[in-house]
């Protein structure tokens, strides 16, 4: 069983960066297959990105494409979410979500989440 945390939300201005932070315990890690979601207060859940197993491949919503890049260190449990060029319509809640069967961009098929992180982009 997966457990995970998120950090490295805060408040920034727009145009800004933050890099996100999702750590594993309690399971083979590099086994799985890694998604960041988001939620707005009043919205579904969204995609933002995801990883392979092993890193070699990523995907991206179209929304965020060319700004945020995800990646993973399988030797420290940690997957990351670097988000650049901030929007205050990225703000949210963001997820880490974890599964060891592809799950795609569908929240569902995610069986493990971690408890989030707030970004908060205001001018």
């Known amino acids: 069983q997966v457990q995970l945390v998120e950090s490295g939300g805060g408040l920034v201005q727009p145009g800004d960066s933050l890099k996100l932070s999702c750590a594993a315990s309690?399971?083979?890690?590099?086994?799985?297959?890694v998604a960041w979601f988001r939620q707005a207060p009043g919205k579904e859940r969204e995609f933002v990105a995801g990883?392979?197993?092993?890193?070699?491949?990523?995907n991206y919503a179209g929304s965020v494409k060319g700004r945020f890049s995800i990646s993973r260190d399988n030797d420290r449990n940690t997957v990351y979410l670097q988000t650049n060029s901030l929007k205050p319509e990225d703000t949210a809640s963001y997820l880490c979500?974890?599964?060891?069967?592809?799950?795609?961009?569908?929240?569902?098929?995610?069986?493990?989440w971690g408890q989030g992180t707030q970004v908060t982009v205001s001018s």
């Open positions: 979500a974890a599964d060891s069967y592809y799950a795609g961009t569908r929240a569902p098929g995610y069986g493990y």
């Open positions: 990883i392979n197993e092993d890193g070699s491949g990523t």
């Open positions: 309690g399971g083979s890690f590099s086994n799985y297959h």
